[in-house]
């Protein structure tokens, strides 16, 4: 079963003004489709056709570098179209709000590290909040890796993730990387982040 590039929940335009149509346009049809497209291609023929994703990304040491980058690209696209949402924002809820002020003393603290761990990252890559068994942590991984993967230097599954790649922001904000990291938080959907966190 090849991989197949997933519907999002919401139009393109939905996240305005903090991210813009056109971004999310060429993020989904043509960034994210070509993860996809290459994952297939590296991955067709062999042992690893028939795995899910997270099984090919637990086990990414022992493949090609064409898989650790489009297979970390199909899964870190899914998991970000999926945690933004239209109407979203705000504040986490019940036990993951708990968990947050316990692991990083307040929402507001959680911001800024999590901010920080996207800005410190250098070149291109992602911030991750991570829960890894009972904890809570937040690191950034270079380019499409991520805490899945038995390669990661932090791992654990990821329930927040956000994409500082240029193509993520750069048609709106160009290199002000932080403005676009400071807009995020009006489109994240708590919901889903407390769902993965579950
Ligand atoms: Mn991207």
Do not use: C
């Amino acid at each position: 079963m090849a991989f197949e590039l997933p519907k999002l929940g919401y139009e393109y335009a939905a996240l305005e003004p903090h991210i813009d149509a056109r971004t999310m346009e060429i993020h989904h049809t043509k960034h994210h489709q070509a993860y996809i497209t290459n994952l297939n291609n590296a991955i067709a023929g062999g042992e690893w056709e028939t795995k899910n994703i997270e099984a090919i990304l637990a086990g990414v040491s022992k493949l090609p570098a064409a898989v650790r980058n489009n297979g970390g690209g199909h899964f870190n696209h899914t998991l970000f179209w999926t945690v933004m949402a239209p109407n979203a924002g705000g504040v986490p809820k019940g036990d993951l709000l708990d968990a947050i002020n316990r692991f990083f003393g307040s929402f507001d603290k959680f911001k800024e590290q999590f901010a920080a761990a996207g800005m410190t990252r250098f070149g291109s890559g992602w911030a991750w909040l991570v829960k890894a068994g009972n904890e809570l942590k937040i690191t950034s991984t270079p380019n499409q890796d991520n805490p899945l993967m038995d390669l990661a230097e932090v791992k654990g599954t990821p329930i927040l993730g956000v994409d500082v790649w240029e193509h993520a922001y750069y048609l709106k904000y160009q290199n002000r990387r932080n403005e676009y990291l400071a807009a995020f938080w009006n489109v994240v959907n708590w919901d889903e982040v407390g769902r993965r966190f579950k």
